[in-house]
């Protein structure tokens, strides 16, 4: 996964995320309902997916079908956003999310759960 999504790209991934493959009709329609765009907006958008790698539609209908996870999609931003903006350094992204946050005591245990099954 080389290529980057644009704000309104990851929109679109949600939905398909949050519903499964669906054909282009149905995803507009669902865009239409949460992000207010028309049909026209959403089906430039599947084809910008369609084109950069992230998503295949078929036939009947246009279905659209991810190709990579949500989780995928999560992994390959964080090691990103690491790169870019922490000099890739994991304890000064973690000490980020952590340090200006207000985190309840559930939170800081799982947080601790999570590196001790490290």
């Known amino acids: ?7 309104s ?14 054909p ?13 765009w028309n049909k026209n907006t959403t089906y430039t958008v599947l084809k910008k997916l369609e084109a950069k790698g992230f998503l295949r539609r078929d036939e009947p209908g246009f279905l659209c079908t991810p ?4 989780e995928e999609m999560q992994k390959t931003e964080v ?7 922490f000099g890739g350094s994991r304890k000064a992204l973690f ?11 559930a939170e800081l ?6 590196i001790d099954r490290r």
């Open 95 to 105: 000490s980020a999310l952590i340090e200006d946050e207000n985190l309840s005591e």
């Open 79 to 85: 090691t990103s956003l690491l790169g870019r903006v």
């Open 67 to 70: 190709l990579y996870t949500r």
């Open 109 to 114: 245990d799982e947080l601790r759960a999570l």
């Open 24 to 36: 282009a009709k149905e995803v507009s329609l669902i865009a239409a309902d949460t992000v207010g």
């Open 9 to 22: 790209e990851l929109k679109v991934m949600e939905i398909l995320w949050d519903h499964g493959p669906l």
């Open 1 to 7: 996964m080389r290529d980057k999504l644009f704000e």
